[in-house]
């Protein structure tokens, strides 16, 4: 596997990093969750645009995002809008969820650009070169709440993000049974063997917590934590997460 380097920090090397998402319906509840990261370990921040109240005002957005860059400028940010078909807060167009990405690679406030593989594919497409155009990573993913897919699928979705040009796959998914853990952790490990670039896997819920905290075994490179607000099911407090992981580690 190559590790994707942006600032300071090796994705896909040594111990898994923590990604803590911010989770805001406000200028001001941004800054409250800015402060609370000060307080926070954590190596990647994930700034959640479609929790925000004017989620559909990308200007508003776009500002939103500034103010995460000026208070963090060494750390690496992932911009995601999460569409409600694969979870997300704001129901919104697929021509709006493009522009969007679009209008944040151009600005250059993000190191990397959450995009959903199960958007319109030729959107998808040319997202992904415009990302790599502006020198910005693609972090292409797919979410389950609902269950969790066979293990063909999930290989077969990692192995797509890689050959579409993804410069991280990602994919999180909804348990029903400890062997539906065990099959994402398989799929982490196998596609972990045959492609170039860092994935990150994670099987939601309590069920799936072992997946968040054991996960790098297997081949994940990332894992979410929580710094107040969650943005999925089973996150578990970053400060914690960084003490289990330097065991495990």
């Known amino acids: 596997m190559k590790p994707v380097i942006i600032k300071n920090i090796e994705i896909g090397k040594d111990l898994p990093k923590i990604a803590v998402p911010l989770v805001a319906a406000n200028t001001q509840e941004l800054e409250q969750a800015l402060r609370v990261l000060k307080e926070t370990a954590f190596d990647i921040i994930e700034f959640r645009a479609d929790f925000f109240q004017a989620a559909l005002d990308a200007d508003f957005i776009a500002e939103q995002l500034s103010i995460v860059r000026q208070?963090?400028?060494?750390?690496?940010?992932?911009f995601t809008f999460r569409r409600v078909q694969e979870g997300g807060n704001t129901p919104c167009s697929e021509d709006?969820?493009?522009?969007?990405?679009?209008?944040?690679?151009?600005?250059?406030?993000?190191?990397?650009i959450d995009i959903e593989l199960f958007a319109e594919e030729g959107g998808v497409k040319q997202t992904i070169a415009l990302a790599h155009e502006?020198?910005?990573?693609?972090l292409l993913c797919n979410h389950d709440?609902?269950?969790?897919?066979?293990?063909?699928?999930?290989?077969?979705?990692?192995?797509?993000?890689?050959e579409w040009g993804a410069d991280i796959c990602k994919i999180a998914v909804m348990p029903q049974s400890p062997q539906d853990v065990l099959t994402l952790l398989q799929a982490t490990y196998d596609v972990s063997q045959s492609i170039n670039c860092p994935i990150i896997t994670m099987s939601m819920n309590k069920i799936g917590a072992i997946s968040r905290l054991a996960g790098s075994a297997f081949g994940s490179a990332v894992t979410f934590g929580?710094?107040?607000?969650?943005?999925?099911?089973?996150?578990?407090?970053?400060n914690e997460l960084r003490k289990i992981l330097a065991i495990l580690g």
């Open 71 to 78: 208070a963090f400028p060494d750390k690496p940010l992932l």
């Open 96 to 112: 709006y969820y493009f522009e969007l990405l679009e209008k944040v690679i151009r600005s250059k406030q993000a190191d990397m």
């Open 134 to 138: 502006y020198q910005t990573a693609a």
């Open 145 to 162: 709440f609902q269950a969790t897919p066979s293990l063909a699928d999930i290989t077969g979705r990692l192995k797509t993000m890689a």
């Open 226 to 238: 929580a710094a107040g607000k969650t943005s999925a099911p089973g996150q578990i407090d970053a």
